[in-house]
């Protein structure tokens, strides 16, 4: 069977097999953001107790701004799945048009399509 599909549209189509794989894969990333922040957690009481008042202050740094990072990455992990529940993934929230199917593979929880985030990554 020949598939009538342009190379654009296999570029931007996401199979059920696709978004079964890559909801699969955001689930596995939120477990692991939260697992990571219980940790951060824990090892922010286990220090604090341990030193009372004598913590680096370097190595605290250090891990608040991993905490944060994984904060901001657990929450975009759970943005993309709200969108994959109200039909909106794999949409571009400035063009509006799809995200590159190989995109998305490689970043699933992508807001914008590869333009749009060179064009964010620019302006910065």
Known sequence: MVSHQTIGERDTVLTSEDLAALRENLHEQRLFRQEQLR?????????????RGRADAARIEVGVKLAASARMVLADVEAALARMDSGRYGTCHLCRRPVERHRLLIVPQARYCGRCQQVREAGR
Request: no cysteine; proline share 0%.
């Open 39 to 51: 940790q951060f957690a824990a090892d922010a009481t286990t220090r604090a107790e341990d030193r």
